[in-house]
């Protein structure tokens, strides 16, 4: 890897888009009723995998549990709703853009299944243009905090963990395994009703602290500037 490349990486939901309060695995947990393991499995498979279309989904879903005529038809409303569902938030192409103006090369580094990256694409094309590479949970066949996806995008860009920072709005899943990976990170408190956990340990001083915590994208390119300056002073 190069020393002298930097990399960004974003997370996607609730942190450069929003979208509808019910995650999409609680959507379909609801829809098909699904007890809580079988409602993870479904939610592992759905997010590792890059199915083409709703019905292959129904498919695959169909070996874990049998689904009706009316599930699947449910599977196939809540595909296409995703589709749609994607929403940029503010402030959110001025950070990716800031990253790139500071001279970071851009990954996306994300939990999603297809029709949701569909939407984000088509919600978002100008933050599109500007990303170098995907590690997608549905491309590489993990979810974080799996590191696998953090190593797939420093691999593509060519940057050391030490040279990268990871932005992102969940702790555990993007800011907690990238500063044990030796990265930076700066973490999106746009939902902190959902953080409040590990928000405690990290006051507590239980939990590493990322350098930069901040309460929604517009606040992002901020962070950038000062993390780009610790980077030059090492």
Known sequence: ??????????????TLVSGPEVSPARQ????????????????????TREFSSPREACAALSALFPLTAAQEEAVCRLWAAQET??????????AVRRA????????????I?????????????????LVDFCALSFQVGRRKPDGK????????LGAEPSRAVMVGDTYEKDILPALEMGMFAVWVLS?????GEALAR???????RPQAVVGGAGEVARALEEINRLLKEK
């Open 1 to 14: 890897m190069g020393r002298k490349v930097k990399a960004a990486l974003f997370d996607i939901g609730a």
């Open 28 to 47: 379909l947990a609801s829809t098909l009723g699904l007890a809580e393991e079988e409602a993870r499995r479904a939610a592992d498979l759905l997010m």
């Open 85 to 94: 569902a994607a929403r940029p938030l503010p402030g959110a192409l001025e």
């Open 100 to 111: 790139r103006d500071l001279g970071f090369a851009v990954a996306l580094v994300s939990d």
């Open 113 to 129: 299944w297809v029709p949701y990256f569909r939407g984000f694409l088509s919600a978002c094309p100008e933050i599109a243009a």
């Open 149 to 156: 996806l953090f190593r797939a995008a420093l691999q593509a």
């Open 191 to 195: 939902r902190p009703e959902k953080e």
């Open 202 to 208: 990290v006051l507590a001083g239980s939990c590493p």
